[in-house]
């Protein structure tokens, strides 16, 4: 996806994450986060967009850690949260293609990569004040929903800390975008994932289903356990126990 798709789908996400939040009553619990309410949703995705705005506008160079969110409920709550959320949609727009400043994954230009990130979090979290009103997530579009699982297994899921890990001989899961027809290959072992965009070879897994769903479900905001899997299903629950970000 190109950055200003990115964008777009950062504003709209993030204005529909504050509609929900604001039908729902910021001390409404928030069922895929079991510990958060509205409150503490809003608090950490406010945050986190103050923190890429501030990273991506000085530019800031070095490792960054977020600040506190202030102690705030209700409409000011909101009105906090929309105006961190305006200000980074604002920042992310005016940016120098060639920007330079830190990211923490690697694998994109760091202006592609804040805008990426950006739109994921803020879909991820928009589904979480969907949640709180009891609703089904509204759509967050196939090219979106595969971009997001790809960032998940390519980006996140590659690093050292990821704990989808396996002891003993090395395990295949494979996932499948049914509507987009898009694949990927992980192979599970006692070392950080090792993914690649093909179907060639066997898996001792396979979870196929539309974008738009597995979307969610790898990010565990649905359950995994309910996608269409095919072989060994120890694997999609080692996903579930262990894919926490």
């Not at 994450?17 to 809003?42: N, S």
């Not at 945050?47 to 705005?53: G, K």
């Not at 990273?55 to 202030?70: D, F, G, K, M, N």
């Amino acid at each position: 996806m190109e950055i200003a798709e990115h964008i777009k789908h950062l504003e709209r996400d993030g204005r529909s994450l504050a509609d929900a939040a604001e039908r729902a009553g910021t001390g409404a619990p928030v069922p895929t986060c079991p510990e958060w309410q509205v409150a503490d949703l809003l608090r950490h995705t406010g945050a986190v967009h103050r923190w890429a705005a501030r990273i991506v506008s000085e530019p800031v160079r070095q490792p960054l850690r977020t600040e506190e969110a202030p102690e705030l409920s209700g409409a000011e709550l909101i009105a906090w949260f929309r105006e961190g959320h305006a200000r980074l949609v604002e920042v992310l727009s005016a940016a120098p293609a060639d920007l330079e400043c830190w990211a923490f994954l690697e694998g994109d230009a760091p202006l592609a990569f804040w805008a990426r990130r950006q739109a994921h979090e803020t879909a991820i979290h928009r589904m979480d004040a969907e949640s709180a009103l009891g609703e089904a997530f509204s759509p967050a579009g196939a090219a979106l929903a595969e971009d997001g699982v790809d960032e998940l297994l390519t980006r996140f899921h590659v690093r050292p800390w990821s704990r989808v890990r396996t002891e003993g001989a090395p395990r295949v899961l494979r996932v499948r975008a049914t509507d987009t027809g898009a694949v990927w290959t992980a192979t599970v072992s006692s070392g950080p994932l090792a993914v690649t965009r093909t179907d060639e070879g066997p898996a001792d897994c396979e979870l196929a289903a539309p974008a738009e769903w597995l979307y969610p479900a790898l990010w565990n905001r649905l359950p995994l356990e309910e996608a269409v899997v095919t072989g060994d299903a120890s694997l999609a629950r080692l996903w579930v126990e262990t894919a926490v970000i």
